[in-house]
Structures are given as C-alpha cells and as structure tokens.
C-alpha cells in the first residue's frame, strides 16, 4: 500500500526554522520525484520544493529560494525540507507528493503527482 506521511509542522516566530518530513512507503523516493506543496486558507495549493534523484535535480518556488532546501534519504526513504527565515506568508498547510512520470515542465502541476500525504501546519507568527 502507497502512503506518504509528512510531520515536522508548528508554530514557529518569523525567522524561526523548521524541518519537515515525508515518510514514504509502497514505493521507492529515489524512483519517484517528490514534491512539497502547502495550501493556505482561501489560496490554491502551490509547489514549493521539488527533489528528482533520478537526475539529480531540485526546483524551488521563487520566494522560497535561499531559505527552503529539499533533500532525500533513500535509506529512509524520506524527504525532508528545512525552513529556515520563515516568514508569516510561509503559513499554510505543507503536503508531500509523489510523481511517478516525472516531466519538468509540470513540476508545478498538481494533476502530475499520483500519490499526496495528508497535510501538517506551519503557522509562522509573533
């Protein structure tokens, strides 16, 4: 059974850090490219990390470049992604996702991935 379980979410102060994980079963990360995307309340979901170990490459979203690192354990079979300089609009609900038919044209794209986890919160406020 395919699942994927993300962790590490909270309440941090702007310019606080967070780590977050995404724990995968059913299936291998480094066959697959992995993806952070976060929702916040009333915004459509958006990707912010993109990790493809099948050609070693890593996508960010602009305004989280400098801050955000994407990286993989295929060991662990988890990919994680370290916040740092959080920033009170980084709030949202962050999600890890799955692409088994990896096109980097549609990194972005939510009807790309095959499998999604459930969601944890960041909530970044003073």
């Known amino acids: 059974e395919v699942q994927l379980q993300a962790s590490g979410g909270g309440l941090v102060q702007p310019g606080g850090s967070l780590r977050l994980s995404c724990a995968a079963s059913?299936?291998?990360?480094?066959?697959?490219?992995m993806t952070w995307f976060r929702q916040a309340p009333g915004k459509e979901r958006e990707g912010v990390a993109c990790?493809?170990?099948?050609?070693?490459?890593?996508y960010y979203l602009d305004s989280v470049k400098g801050r955000f690192t994407i990286s993989s354990d295929i060991g662990k079979n988890t990919v994680d992604l370290q916040m740092n300089n959080l920033r009170p609009e980084d709030t949202a609900n962050y999600f890890c996702?799955?692409?088994?038919?990896?096109?980097?044209?549609?990194?972005?794209?939510?009807?790309?991935?095959?499998?999604w986890g459930q969601g944890t919160q960041v909530t970044v406020s003073s």
């Open positions: 996702a799955a692409d088994r038919a990896f096109h980097p044209a549609d990194v972005w794209d939510i009807f790309s991935y095959d499998y």
């Open positions: 059913g299936f291998s990360v480094g066959d697959h490219a």
């Open positions: 990790i493809n170990d099948n050609d070693n490459t890593t």
